[in-house]
């Protein structure tokens, strides 16, 4: 059961991925899907009903972690007691390290949110794979006698429904891969080792669920044979205590009520009174020590972001999506969750994961990246995607009107300018109405004495904003002629529209 509820939650979650892209109409809420998200309070107090069940049931990045166990890890959910005891008070320590930064305006903790992280993995590594593996894998049906016609039907309505914008291939693919082989990695360690101790939102779910009336529950007829102990992958039945539970840590999965000898079945779940025997409240911290430590470690820790140097020049070359609000609120609020980068890669594809610059904050938070793809001057959809609000959402009208940047020419690779040559190819792609892209007519003088008149472009920077279509079209190869900076970029000053 808890497996098809996995599978109908995961198939939800990737139709709404799916559904992300270009053309998208207004009625369509393109941020649906991180709504879930257990950092949100109306979504925390599902705890009170159901206790962590979300992690076990609902939650993408668990059932990503099950298949990881299945495929590359141990293949078990017999979990690891003795050294995992004594990491218990982990979860709740890294929980309050990560919410003190909160408190000074660093947001670390929304970096490792469940729904944010699965949709970053999924956009940024998973997704590229299945576009890339399943066109190749069509192909190769088509070569088989009699099933050229198949193959041909199921690859017309995968380039459809699933890829119409074609290969969603991304730039720094590389860190947000080893991410994940990380939390695989960890399966051998002990089985949901991540959800167990380092996921926020499981920690933030395990304290509420203390007051749940749903849980476990063990009758009479129980015969200590501890199945339960050994197969509960949270480690959330005590050995030697089989009739009681960690509702900090169980997650509901059943497992334990089919590891109980059929004759036996003294093990169910339900509401109530009678839902079982929860071991005592454990303290918040487990000592004073852990404590001053975790909220020491969050405060140097914001000392070393506050204090550190950006460097002028790449934060120049820094470009935001248009309606993000300024730099240190962008900061704050950006999730890192890869929705308006899956979004824009559906159209212009000029937004990529983003690169640490001056500081680490800036992992993985959009930038753009015009010689990879520009900004569609009719979309507004990366505004729309974001649920944090850290990209305001833009009418078509205003964004058409929002600078993100100034473009400027390479005059020593520039056509025109360097080879005294005629390339209209900027000005032709410039969607700006009145064109910001002008020319002058210069005349030159060739090597051999012959003279020559050429339309030198240059760029009007009060019609200008730094769509970056100029750049991505250049037929240069390597650095365009022509490129797009930061400079005079407007950010969004409007109210925050932000969910968390």
């Known amino acids: 059961m808890r497996r098809a509820a996995q599978f109908f939650f995961a198939s939800i979650f990737l139709v709404l991925f799916v559904q992300t892209r270009y053309p998208a109409p207004e009625a369509r809420h393109l941020d649906l899907f991180l709504l879930f998200t257990p950092l949100l309070p109306f979504v925390a107090v599902t705890g009170l009903l159901f206790g962590r069940g979300f992690c076990s049931w609902v939650c993408p990045m668990g059932a990503l972690i099950d298949i990881g166990n299945r495929i590359f890890g141990p293949g078990t959910t017999a979990t690891t007691y003795g050294w995992c005891e004594r990491l218990r008070p982990v979860p709740i320590v890294l929980f309050i390290f990560l919410m003190v930064p909160l408190l000074f305006g660093i947001n670390i903790v929304f970096f490792l949110d469940p729904l944010a992280l699965f949709n970053r993995i999924l956009t940024v590594v998973l997704f590229p794979l299945f576009t890339w593996f399943i066109p190749g894998v069509l192909h190769l049906f088509g070569i088989i006698p009699g099933l050229a016609g198949v193959s041909s039907g199921m690859q017309s309505a995968w380039e459809r429904w699933i890829v119409p914008e074609g290969p969603n291939m991304l730039i720094h693919i590389w860190p947000v891969a080893l991410l994940l082989a990380v939390i695989w990695a960890l399966e051998f360690a002990s089985p949901r080792f991540w959800c167990r101790f380092i996921c926020p939102a499981g920690t933030l779910l395990g304290r509420v669920s203390r007051g749940s009336r749903f849980g476990r529950r063990v009758s009479e007829t129980c015969v200590k044979c501890g199945n339960c102990h050994r197969i509960c992958p949270m480690g959330a039945i005590p050995a030697g205590a089989f009739d009681q539970t960690r509702p900090e840590v169980c997650t509901n999965c059943l497992d334990c009520a089919k590891s109980c000898p059929g004759e036996v079945a003294a093990i169910s779940f339900g509401f109530g009174s009678g839902a079982g025997k929860h071991l005592p409240s454990p303290p918040l911290v487990s000592s004073r020590r852990n404590f001053i430590g975790a909220v020491a470690g969050g405060i140097v820790t914001t000392g070393l972001f506050k204090a550190g140097l950006s460097n002028r020049d790449d934060s120049a ?149 730094g769509c970056g279509i100029c750049e991505n079209k250049c037929p240069l190869p390597g650095q365009g002629g022509i490129y797009v900076t930061g400079e005079d970029a407007r950010r969004s000053k409007g109210k925050m529209q932000s969910i968390y």
């Open 317 to 465: 070359q820094l470009i935001r999506p248009p309606g993000a609000l300024p730099e240190s609120t962008f900061l704050l609020l950006c999730v890192k969750c890869m929705a308006c980068v899956r979004v824009c890669r559906s159209n212009g594809g000029c937004l990529q994961p983003g690169q640490i610059h001056g500081s680490l904050l800036e992992l993985w938070s959009p930038e753009a990246v015009m010689r990879s793809g520009y900004c569609e001057f009719n979309c507004n959809l990366c505004g729309r995607a974001c649920l944090s609000g850290a990209i305001r959402r833009l009418p078509i009208a205003e964004k058409q009107k929002t600078c993100m940047g100034q473009a400027f020419f390479r005059k020593d690779i520039c056509i025109p300018h360097n080879r005294h040559e005629d390339c209209l190819v900027c000005e032709e792609h410039c969607p700006v109405p009145d064109k910001a892209i002008k020319f002058e007519n210069r005349e030159f003088t060739k090597p051999d004495g012959s003279a020559v008149k050429v339309k030198l472009p240059y760029v009007d920077r009060k019609l200008c904003i």
